[in-house]
T-cell receptor
């Protein structure tokens, strides 16, 4: 149980294009999902908190118009990197909070998406 | 501000050589402390949640313990497949579910 998927796992795009990353909780409902960014050999950097049916809450320094987040259902959140540039190249990871879990505070992570912007 | 410090930053062990990873934390009331394992190019895999001092949890060769100031992840007789980065995170009581992560300990187990 508590499986989170991400799609795509890897994407290469040209500078200026937009890229959408999907995060799904496969066997549980998640009212809250989180989006992280991770640079090589560094820890996770929280970008935003996504709540089902409401606007995402962005961390300081994260451009909301650059990183569009939509949480349309209890099992799906999407992150769209708009007008991507090489500096947006990174490893993006989502996590979901399992509201039905006995460990109600635990987040479960997706496998991550490697974005490379040329 | 909540803080999590993991040590050592990197650890090399021989297969079978037991050791411990440390996670020191400061938080205004602990809701939970989490341990994750992360393999290169993958998302973190959940290992344990600890809620109160004195609590211990085990899974195969791993055992996590918790005090009021720190947590240890003990690795008994490690195998090469235990090689990974181990992340610790704390969640403060009250408010959001957003955890604060440490920078991780990179563990390499040599055969």
């Amino acid at each position: 149980g508590a499986v989170v998927s991400q799609h795509p796992s890897r994407v290469i795009c040209k500078s200026g294009t937009s890229v959408k990353i999907e995060c799904r909780s496969l066997d549980f409902q998640a009212t809250t999902m989180f989006w992280y960014r991770q640079f090589p050999k560094q820890s996770l950097m929280l970008m935003a908190t996504s709540n089902e049916g409401s606007k995402a809450t962005y961390e300081q320094g994260v451009e909301k118009d650059k990183f569009l987040i939509n949480h349309a259902s209890l099992t799906l959140s999407t992150l769209t990197v708009t007008s991507a540039h090489p500096e947006d190249s990174s490893f993006y990871i989502c996590s979901a909070h399992n509201i039905d879990s006995s460990s109600t505070d635990t987040q479960y992570f997706g496998p991550g998406t490697r974005l490379t912007v040329l | 501000e909540d803080q999590v410090t993991q040590s050592p930053e990197a650890l090399r062990l021989q297969e079978g050589e037991s050791s411990s990873l440390n996670c020191s934390y400061t938080v205004s009331g602990l809701r939970g402390l989490f341990w994750y394992r992360q393999d290169p190019g993958k998302g973190p895999e959940f290992l344990f949640t600890l809620y109160s001092a004195g609590e211990e949890k085990e899974k195969e060769r791993l055992k996590a313990t918790l005090t009021k100031k720190e947590s240890f992840l003990h690795i008994t007789a490690p195998k090469p497949e235990d090689s990974a980065t181990y992340l610790c995170a704390v969640q403060a009581a009250g408010g959001s579910y957003i955890p604060t992560f440490g920078r991780g300990t990179s563990l390499i187990v040599h055969p």
